[in-house]
């Protein structure tokens, strides 16, 4: 039996999602254990039900709905991705996974199948890593990775506790944070949010991998004083200090490897008033490779960028680290199940490291994992301008439902 999904449903449960937190510009504001997180994890929770899965959220807020197999002793197939956005995101970046995994089980439903391993269907707490750092957050507290309360007691840039917040919008379960069966593999559908697919006319990515990650944010300390009356040479800007490490880690890539990113993607600085000197600037860094040890160098690298510039204006300086992946190879059987799947569904497919962080990075420490990547037009995403035509869309879930069922087995 040739295993396909529903186009139509698929594109009106994207639809549906895609309202809540949505944004006038045609994106997604659902930052994690927000008031939009929380409808949206209503909704899914909704979704699951309706299914007649057994719906269980953990102490982190990673929310689950579990299906019976057959087997009762084979392991369970993790199958989701996440809900929450970026600030001002696309609607595809985590949410068509979750919904492909949702629509996966409705076809097993519509067409009474028991798969032979349990199915368990996933949505994980604050991927993004946007309001709360570090990214990956909950699938990096439930395979033990990081601390739950250390987690716990992250705050926002308004000082909102995450426990706090977890709370308030009723996602902090009972269940511990961390598996509580035992797992056959995870396979996560999500957009590839670079150009690599489009620029090869490719359907769908076979994804073989995700690179590491360093964060960070260095903190410079001037001092502040009157923009009037203060001459140039007796002043301590920590504002010029930051450019100038903005600058510095621009440069960073160029002497590493070809795959090599860094980016500083927020900037914090006090008193922030148009005629005072800036006195404290907090600036973070985000630096990427797929070798361990070229993050790690290009972690000193920015750092010494940091000591320059400080040392160029005179100003103290500071630092703390917010994250450290490392780079992580997927399962030889997950990756063939997704490159069969491609193959039966006749799409052409390129094979891919990804170049961003998934909630996949961390289940490679306790299963076997796979991805399929759908293209990203202009490989545009953490934009509100992400998009993903409906057919990209269906082609990745199809190649992910038909992978799946592979792995779950009749
Ligand atoms: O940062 C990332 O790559 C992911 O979007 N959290
Ligand atoms: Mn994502
Ligand atoms: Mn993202």
Redesign the pocket.
Same mark, same amino acid.
């Given at each position: 039996m040739t295993f396909a999904i529903d186009r139509d449903r698929l594109v009106d449960t994207m639809q549906e999602q895609a309202e809540i937190g949505a944004t006038d510009g045609g994106g997604l504001h659902r930052l994690a254990l927000s008031e939009d997180d929380r409808r949206a994890r209503d909704w899914f929770v909704e979704q699951l039900k309706q299914l007649g899965l057994e719906v269980t959220v953990d102490e982190f807020g990673n929310t689950f709905g579990y299906r019976e197999g057959a087997d009762p002793d084979a392991g369970t197939v993790l199958l989701g991705s996440h809900l929450d956005s970026q600030p001002y995101g696309g609607i595809y970046d985590g949410a068509l996974g979750v919904v492909a995994a949702l629509e996966f089980v409705r076809e097993l439903e519509d067409r009474g199948v028991e798969t032979a391993h349990p199915i368990e269907v996933v949505n994980w707490t604050n991927?993004? $890593?946007s309001r709360f750092q570090p %990214?990956?957050q909950g699938s990096g507290v439930w395979v033990g990775d990081h601390d739950i309360a250390e987690e716990y007691a992250k705050a926002d840039s308004e000082g909102a506790v995450l426990e706090e917040e977890l709370e308030r919008i009723g996602y902090r379960g009972d269940d511990p944070a961390e598996p509580q069966r035992d797992y056959e593999a995870y396979l996560e559908l999500h957009i590839e949010q670079g150009p690599y697919l489009e620029q090869r006319g490719a359907d769908v990515g076979v994804v073989t991998g995700i690179v590491g990650f360093s964060w960070g944010a260095v903190t410079f300390e001037g001092e502040a004083d009157h923009a009037g009356p203060t001459p140039m040479h007796t002043r301590s800007d920590a504002l010029v200090a930051a450019s100038d490490f903005v600058t510095g880690v621009r440069r960073v890539p160029g002497a590493l490897g070809e795959r090599t990113v860094a980016t500083v993607g927020s900037v914090d600085l006090a008193p922030d008033s148009i005629n005072v000197i800036p006195e404290e600037v907090t600036v973070t860094w985000d630096l990427r490779d797929p070798d361990d040890a070229t993050i790690d160098e290009g972690r000193q690298r920015v750092l010494a960028e940091a000591d320059a510039a400080a040392a160029r204006e005179g100003v103290d300086w500071s630092f703390e680290d917010r994250m450290r992946a490392s780079p992580v190879e997927f399962a030889d059987g997950c990756v063939d199940a997704v490159q069969n799947a491609a193959d039966a569904g006749g799409y052409d497919s390129l094979r891919m490291v990804s170049g %961003? $962080?998934h909630d996949a990075t961390h289940m490679t420490a306790v299963m076997d994992t796979g991805m399929v990547f759908a293209v990203s037009e202009d490989g545009k995403s953490?934009n509100e301008d992400e998009y993903t035509s409906w057919d990209d869309c269906y082609s990745a879930a199809d190649t992910y439902a038909k992978a799946a069922y592979r792995l779950a087995g009749e």
């Open positions: 991927e993004e $890593g %990214a990956m %961003a $962080g953490h």
